[in-house]
């Protein structure tokens, strides 16, 4: 079965400063993976996804991410965070041809100090 | 366009009771699939309907059952509760036509709490 790892449970950023979260899976096959952000109150939503292609792959909101094969990572990255961007974060994958269902990591919780 | 909607929105329940929770996809979508979200960790996944039909399912006990109706909304039933099934039950709804390479929309949530 596959796994997800999120490293960092807590962060804790000034404004500008940059972020990056980092996001290992355990699976041996191919994936598609994903970063999704839930603001406090609010759905979780997704910032961005990668399929194929590209392996640095740009989401909304200014955040990019890196799939490294080799290393198993899709760490998230933002160069210059705002005190918005304070929600958590959860990395996900699925397994290609499997159907959707997503393995997610623990979560990331962000907070941006202004 | 509305989204995922789920109902309710809290839920108190005593052990040993059951529950149902609803959901409806967003627009145009046709697959529904539930996770499980622990206070402190990431959602896990339930189980997933298509066509009305459970086509697949995480590591949860059979006390979890779902169903799916003709216009694609679903419901999730927990039979004899324990306080270990506290949690908030999310909905996420996707176009199974696009296969994989799809994203799953998910719905505000419904939070559990068995005393």
């Known amino acids: 079965a596959q796994s997800v790892s999120q490293h960092n449970h807590h962060v804790i950023l000034s404004e500008a400063a940059s972020l990056e979260l980092g996001c290992n899976y355990s699976?041996?096959?191919?994936?598609?993976l994903f970063w999704y952000v839930q603001y406090p109150g609010q759905h979780l939503q997704l910032l961005l996804k990668?399929?194929?292609?590209?392996?640095l792959v740009k989401g909304i909101k200014g955040f990019e991410a890196e799939f490294i094969k080799s290393k198993f990572s899709f760490n998230l990255r933002k160069p210059s965070v705002q005190w918005s961007d304070t929600a958590e974060y959860f990395c996900?994958?699925?397994?290609?041809?499997?159907?959707?269902?997503?393995?997610f990591g623990g979560g990331t919780r962000l907070m941006v100090k202004p | 366009d509305a989204g995922v909607t789920q109902s309710p929105t809290h839920l108190i329940k005593t052990r040993g009771q059951q529950v149902t929770l609803r959901c409806s996809p967003k627009?145009?979508?046709?697959?529904v699939s539930w996770y499980q979200q622990a206070l402190g960790q990431g959602p896990q996944f339930i189980f997933q309907?298509?066509?009305?039909?459970?086509?697949q399912r995480g590591n949860f006990p059979d006390r979890f059952s779902g169903h799916q109706f003709p216009n694609y909304s679903s419901e999730l039933n927990v039979n004899a509760l324990l306080l270990g099934d506290s949690a908030l039950y999310l909905c996420?709804?996707?176009?199974?036509?696009?296969?994989?390479?799809?994203?799953?929309?998910f719905g505000q949530g419904t939070r559990l709490t068995v005393v």
């Open positions: 996420a709804s996707s176009y199974r036509l696009t296969g994989d390479n799809t994203e799953a929309f």
């Open positions: 699976y041996g096959g191919t994936v598609n």
């Open positions: 990668y399929f194929s292609g590209d392996p």
């Open positions: 996900a994958v699925n397994r290609r041809n499997a159907g959707n269902m997503l393995t």
């Open positions: 627009s145009g979508h046709d697959t």
């Open positions: 309907y298509y066509e009305e039909e459970e086509r």
